[in-house]
């Protein structure tokens, strides 16, 4: 049997701390029975919960820690009172010390970031950390990112993301190359700001093994399914995410209204509820929590803070996935190898220059 | 009865031309019988077409022109080609001369903004114009702009764009006071980039009476309709919209597949037809078709290339509207009113650091 997968946890994060985060590490353990985890939390709520799981009890270490990171704390406040003892804190640094393959929290976003960054520091060439989303398309799955963990990006950061997000799909969707595209508001390359045509400009003469440049791609084009990855910096991809959300909730909200107007639309609706649950299933956002910081000396994933066992469940088994295929060293491959094409791109235009 | 209102069409633009701009134009006629058309195009084509369509004809003077931009046309090309010539240029100028009350093309819309910021020219204080699109929310509908037609926008353009968004929501919605939002990927007051949060300030500080502001809103509270208006730069606009339709598309897609699994489910759609061809129509693009051109000295509405008659109608009665309550006269008292009381700011500034 292969070698445990190991996860550090969080338990304090998220709106209900330990009532989900121990449930979805339960239901998790039930799919990987090969999982163990590293437990961070405050011992005199979490070891009476744990008792209720006795499962994850047997696989996991449980490690207390005074402080907890609050939900709504500002990252500064954050890394100044949880630095080195907060759950949060020592989640991410048993990545760190190589003593977990990856960290889960539902806590506070910025606070996780900020001390994601600040514990792991971000890979050679990486500025900053992009947070990428697993996005249903109608054809199955595509990767979005950056959602929001900055704002703004220049043509290297672009690229940086666009390799990583490669990567992370070569270790999510079990293929070897993965189609990106650069988001924009038109297919030619005249389009956009300067910095995405510049990143456009450079993938397109940058030969890379394992990933296949596709070009500009459009807001319709991420339902539509056209590359597995989408890459944006910060601002539009958190934007084009919650339209998305919001889009659907509100056609939902059509739906349920329409249905239940006339007794004939409610008769209709009762006979197709298998359609209906069908669909639910399929857009259940608990199943696409979990937001992935890529660019980082480790893997470190953001459970939504509101989800409850199934979706924190979710969470955990994306970065199992990703985990068990070495998304870590595909990020580190990929990087070197577009450095090492860039280099040599560099040096054969100071050759000619010269 | 009140004075006809004019419109001005460039008959020949969009995917299907006049078959679909003169059936438009004709549709519109039962629901508006006080309007009147200037019709621009090419005689050879479009007078055969007009006798099918008597009441447009009677509603119309017909003006020849010899240029049709093409829907692939370079707006340079366009504008180098079909200046003062084009069914597209002439349709724009009608405006200008008083001619018409606004002028809209299915055509190319690169050339169509090109030609109309040559043609009719921004207005004062206002540095590019933005393109406003209606988007259907849970409440009703909401105005978002910019949705594509430049990229990026400081602080001053983005607060032209809530004063000029905020005029045509009254003008549309009926109402004395229009509520502003601005895009954001948080609603605290430290989110977003620089230019976001410098208007946010200024359009705090500032006593507007037409204008409510709400400050930031993100992406899931547009289909929400928190506000009437939601003011973004292009980039982040066009991707949010775009990305709205690809989600649409993607759910009704999903729908359709899961309605027609089983022949239970079949019935039961059958059976709550009704519930669907509602929700269909409530969703129907051509209902939301035409985007509007803020920011000049007259009103341009570009219809979407591909849309059918009844859609190019709904582009006409987006400005039959708007027209009909005063909207330049209220964009350019709103504008005024806002530029006076920054002077005074400014002033009062002034006073206090001498």
Redesign the interface.
């Known amino acids: 049997m292969a070698e445990p997968l190991i996860i550090s946890i969080d338990v304090m994060g998220g709106d209900f701390g330990p009532s989900v985060t121990l449930a979805g590490a339960d239901l998790e353990l039930t799919r990987r029975p090969d999982l163990r985890y590293e437990l961070f939390g405050d011992e005199a709520v979490v070891l009476p919960m744990l008792e209720q799981y006795p499962r994850v009890k047997a696989a996991s270490r449980f490690h207390h820690c005074e402080v907890t990171v609050a939900m709504d704390e500002k990252p500064s406040s954050a890394l100044r009172h949880g630095r080195w003892k907060s759950s949060m804190w020592r989640a991410i640094e048993a990545v760190k010390k190589g003593e977990a393959h990856f960290a889960v929290s539902a806590g506070n976003t910025g606070a996780l970031m900020a001390m994601s960054k600040f514990c792991l520091r971000t890979m050679a060439n990486i500025e900053r950390p992009a947070l990428a989303a697993l996005w249903?398309?109608?054809k199955s799955e595509s990767i979005v990112l950056d959602v929001?963990a900055s704002?703004?990006a220049d043509a290297q950061q672009l690229i940086g993301f666009a390799v990583m997000g490669a990567a992370m799909a070569r270790a999510l969707f079990h293929t070897d190359v993965a189609s990106v595209g650069l988001?924009n508001?038109g297919v030619e390359d005249v389009k956009?700001?300067e910095e995405v045509r510049a990143a456009g400009q450079i993938l397109k003469e940058t030969a890379l093994a394992n990933l296949q440049y596709e070009g500009f791609v459009?807001?319709?084009?991420?339902?539509?399914g056209r590359v597995d990855v989408i890459v944006?910096e910060?601002?539009?991809g958190?934007?084009?995410?919650?339209?998305?959300?919001?889009?659907?909730?509100?056609?939902?909200?059509?739906?349920r209204t329409?249905?239940g107007?006339?007794w004939?639309?409610?008769?209709?609706?009762?006979?197709?509820?298998?359609?209906?649950q069908?669909?639910r299933e399929?857009?259940d956002p608990r199943k696409y929590n979990g937001g992935v910081f890529l660019g980082l000396n480790g893997i470190v994933i953001k459970s939504h803070g509101g989800t409850d066992a199934f979706g924190f469940a979710a969470a955990l088994d994306l970065g199992y996935d990703m985990a068990r295929n070495g998304l870590m060293s595909k990020i580190e491959t990929d990087l070197a190898h577009y450095y090492r094409e860039q280099a040599a791109i560099s040096l054969a235009a100071g050759e000619k220059g010269s």
């Open positions: 249903p398309n109608l929001g704002i703004g988001l508001v956009g700001n459009e807001g319709d084009d991420i339902g539509r944006t910060g601002f539009a958190n934007i084009a995410l919650k339209t998305a959300e919001g889009t659907a909730k509100q056609l939902t909200s059509y739906l329409a249905l107007r006339t004939l639309t409610r008769i209709g609706y009762f006979l197709a509820r298998g359609a209906f069908g669909l399929k857009m």
